[in-house]
């Protein structure tokens, strides 16, 4: 079974990651947007919706001195020039004549992790709500347009994806890390302990429908 942590920019993006260490060993992990600036653990890959971006963040990373060991995946269908990053189609198709509106870079990292086979996907840092990101950014109006995506899109990942953040809410690590354990049954029978140090962030469901739902 492979594992995947996807790591968003909620304002608790941190204490959900140190709660995913805690509940498994992670097969790949998937950081979005200025999240990647600041991850120091090992081999990531850096998802967004956001290309244009990409410059100006890996520069920022350079000057924190962080490792270069990423792949940088970025969506298919807004690509209009050749690009050295991989590009994967960021909505999935209804049927012949639909695709599912877009559900936030976090919604994209989803797709890309179940795309390259992940089982089973957690998400951190990604609740889904209007709070500023971890880097203090100003609030995130749009965070309702995007919801919308999730719920468009909930056929294709509820089995699968699960969230620390909707489960822990505003609490310290420690009601994070006792969320998690919540789902170490779905994630794997007998959870392990990473060694891996807490890195990033951005959306974890514990009841998918509920980050559906915005709650």
Not at 107 to 115: G, M
């Amino acid at each position: 079974m492979k594992r995947a942590l996807v790591v968003g920019s909620g304002p608790r993006v941190w204490q959900d990651v140190e709660a995913a260490t805690q509940l498994s060993a992670w097969d790949a992990i998937y950081i979005t947007n200025r999240a990647g600036v600041h991850w120091s653990d090992g081999h990531f890959i850096w998802v967004t919706l956001h290309p244009d971006r990409i410059s100006k963040w890996r520069h920022e990373r350079q000057q924190l001195e962080r490792h270069s060991d990423y792949e940088i995946v970025v969506p298919l269908e807004i690509m209009r020039v050749k690009t050295p990053y991989r590009c994967v189609a960021y909505q999935w198709r209804i049927d012949e004549r639909r695709a599912t509106p877009s559900g936030s870079s976090g919604l994209f990292a989803v797709k890309v992790a179940l795309d390259d086979g992940a089982d089973r996907v957690v998400l951190a840092g990604m609740p889904m709500s209007f709070e500023p990101h971890f880097d203090g950014t100003a609030s995130w109006p749009a965070g309702s347009m995007f919801r919308k995506g999730w719920i468009a899109a909930f056929q294709f990942y509820s089995r699968s994806t699960r969230s620390i953040s909707l489960l822990a809410g505003p609490a310290p690590a420690a009601k994070a890390r006792t969320a998690a354990s919540s789902l170490a049954a779905s994630i794997q029978p007998r959870c392990t302990t990473s060694s891996r140090p807490a890195g990033a962030s951005e959306l974890a469901s514990g009841r998918t429908a509920r980050i559906t739902a915005g709650a």
